[in-house]
């Protein structure tokens, strides 16, 4: 256990450092939230209507922003090796590093949507909403996104690879994440519909996402 | 305790970088692996720590803790140095001694030994090549582990910290432990010889 929480401690304190990535995602979704406004015109109808989706976009796509990092500073600098030959077993240690990370660039996602709910003209139950199924959608990006980051590792120009073999993985999460959403802004479908699939998406995740991310790892090491 | 290496075939990308290779290392003792670039010694050390899988043969630690694996009891020092830039001395090697776990000891009187007692909240972006090889050495003092794997482990080193090197490999092996050491450069301490390449 002392392990596992000293590799959290670690990696959110090197994100929160000068150079981590914990403030680019965050810089990220406020940019792309912020500029759409602009882009769709001052329909005020309008904008409520597309902001869960916008969100949820915004969101998607600033997670995946810094993940391909998730293991390639551990390769390049030599960690990954002991982190390998470690005691710990490395499901956990995968586990633990995407738990870091989605607490160090997720988590502070979930805060922001709030103020960038009003800019697109989002009433408080609208953006509760959506910061709650933010909060369960959120995990299953990062666990399932880990999958490519720890497939990247060994290949140059990961990040590339990264998007096209998880963003066709995540379109799941961002389907019932925004259905969820929009359910319990305008109906006609019951909130918990989507909402449990989407809990069971993130659940899967925390399963599948350690296992394939430490095989691929082990069988990447050259 | 012996560490010993049976008919070990290696390939890498296609090649096949040495093969039916034959090694032993007892307790107190240590293996110097010596041989021209590209001879695999790197390679025998990564295939030892597990990082890399034989293509035949296999090595095996006996005598040392039955439930743990080789790696689990080895360390390995390799050319990169394992390091965050962005966290200081004192909490890069905190991390591995938390990491690895077993039998640990204080970090700060590992960084003393190594003589990086000065610089311990220094962020190690700020170390040179030879501190930062020091503070990796800092971490072999930190968690004890019977195996020490040294890949190339007194480059970068001025004179003094190779006679400081050498001194605490010294310590290790009079406490029982084995070292395998790929280098050029004379260790400083009394060695075995493993010479690769040299058929070719």
Redesign the interface.
């Known amino acids: 256990m002392?392990?596992l929480?000293?590799?959290i401690?670690?990696d959110i304190?090197?994100a929160l450092?000068?150079?981590?990535g914990a403030l680019i995602g965050v810089l990220f979704f406020l940019t792309v939230t912020v500029l759409m406004p602009f882009a769709l015109g001052p329909d005020l109808a309008l904008l409520t209507r597309l902001g869960p989706s916008i969100l949820w976009l915004g969101a998607l796509l600033a997670s995946l922003l810094t993940l391909d990092r998730l293991f390639t500073s551990d390769h390049?600098?030599?960690?990954l090796?002991?982190?390998?030959?470690?005691?710990?077993p490395l499901e956990l240690a995968c586990a633990a590093k995407a738990l870091a990370h989605w607490l160090a660039a997720g988590l502070p996602l979930i805060l922001a949507t709030p103020v960038l709910g009003l800019m697109l003209n989002l009433d408080a139950t609208a953006t509760s909403a959506v910061a709650l199924t933010l909060l369960v959608g959120t995990p299953a990006l990062t666990f399932i996104g880990m999958i490519g980051a720890a497939l990247a590792v060994t290949l140059h120009r990961g990040g590339l690879l990264l998007a096209v073999l998880v963003l066709p993985l995540s379109i799941p999460v961002l389907i019932f994440g925004v259905a969820a959403s929009q359910a319990a802004i305008s109906g006609p479908l019951p909130f918990g519909t989507p909402f449990s699939i989407l809990c069971a998406i993130s659940l899967v995740s925390f399963v599948i996402g350690p296992f394939a991310a430490a095989a691929s790892l082990r069988h990447g090491?050259? | 305790m012996r560490l010993r290496g049976r008919q070990i075939d290696c390939v890498r990308g296609g090649r096949a970088v040495f093969s039916g290779l034959d090694f032993e290392a007892s307790s107190s003792h240590a293996l110097a692996v010596i041989g021209p670039n590209g001879s695999g010694k790197t390679s025998l050390l990564r295939l030892i720590a597990g990082l890399l899988v034989p293509a035949g043969g296999s090595v095996a630690l006996e005598g040392g803790a039955d439930e743990l694996t080789l790696p689990e009891q080895a360390h390995y020092l390799g050319h990169r140095d394992a390091l965050k830039p962005a966290l200081s001395v004192l909490e890069n090697l905190s991390f591995w001694r938390d990491f690895l776990g077993g039998d640990a000891s204080d970090p700060n009187e590992s960084l003393a030994k190594v003589g990086l007692a000065h610089a311990t909240h220094l962020p190690a972006a700020y170390l040179s090549a030879g501190q930062r090889r020091r503070l990796s050495i800092a971490r072999l003092l930190a968690v004890r582990r019977p195996v020490w794997l040294l890949d190339e482990p007194t480059s970068a080193l001025d004179a003094a910290g190779q006679d400081l090197f050498a001194g605490l490999m010294q310590g290790h092996l009079a406490r029982g432990g084995i070292i395998v050491a790929a280098t050029h450069a004379p260790l400083g301490i009394e060695a075995d010889e493993l010479r690769m390449g040299g058929g070719k």
Do not use: P
């Open positions: 002392t392990a929480a000293a590799l401690r670690r304190r090197i450092r000068v150079g981590g390049e600098d030599g960690s090796d002991l982190i390998v030959m470690g005691r710990t090491l050259d």
